[in-house]
């Protein structure tokens, strides 16, 4: 009887401890933090876009509204106009990305977020936004990690929280600055 129990336990040991680590915590050295302005920040393990996200980033109205603007060999090769990193916004299990933009996929004082989910049924854009830095937070809504956004210029500064309702990345709150004097 006591052979059984320890083998129970020694299972329950392996699974749950696997399942707790599958959606609590992150790879080591996985990218949190994403800026072009700061060093700490810039992409560390870039990859390329797999096809089904390219095709998904490719359809969207802010990109599409741009290609135009791009060189004629960035529209016969749109992949080099973006940056991507895998990340995990729930579960190990489920790899997704944050794209950043490059060339006219990005603001003038700003650069472009795309947080691409991978789903069953493929891939989806579940937040678009620009600023100098994107952080994937610890905190989480729906099971998903929450996300801010930081822009500044010279006289102000503007952080956006986003919460995940099940669908998509949401506005929770700005926070805006005034850094004259």
């Known amino acids: 009887m006591l052979r059984y129990v320890n083998t129970a336990l020694t299972v329950a040991l392996i699974f749950g401890g696997g399942l707790c680590a599958q959606t609590r915590k992150p790879p080591v050295g996985e990218q949190l933090y994403f800026s072009e302005d700061d060093p700490a920040g810039k992409l560390r393990n870039p990859e390329p876009l797999p ?9 969207q109205k802010d990109v599409r509204d741009e290609l135009p603007l791009a060189s004629p060999s960035e529209q016969a090769s749109p992949a080099q106009l973006f940056h991507a990193s895998r990340v ?5 299990k489920e790899i997704d990305w944050v794209v950043t933009g490059v060339g006219p996929m990005s603001g003038a004082d700003n650069t472009w ?27 989480r809504t729906n099971g998903f990690r929450d996300v801010e956004s930081d822009w500044s210029s010279a006289a102000e500064t503007e ?17 805006r600055k005034n850094l004259a004097h």
């Open 159 to 175: 952080t956006t929280i986003y919460h995940f309702d099940g669908t998509h990345y949401r506005e929770l709150k700005t926070i």
């Open 51 to 59: 096809p089904e996200v390219l095709k998904v980033l490719l359809q």
């Open 113 to 139: 977020y795309w947080i691409v989910r991978s789903q069953e049924g493929g891939p989806t854009v579940v937040c678009f936004t620009g600023g100098n830095s994107l952080l994937l937070l610890n905190s």
């Open 88 to 92: 995990h916004l729930s579960q190990l």
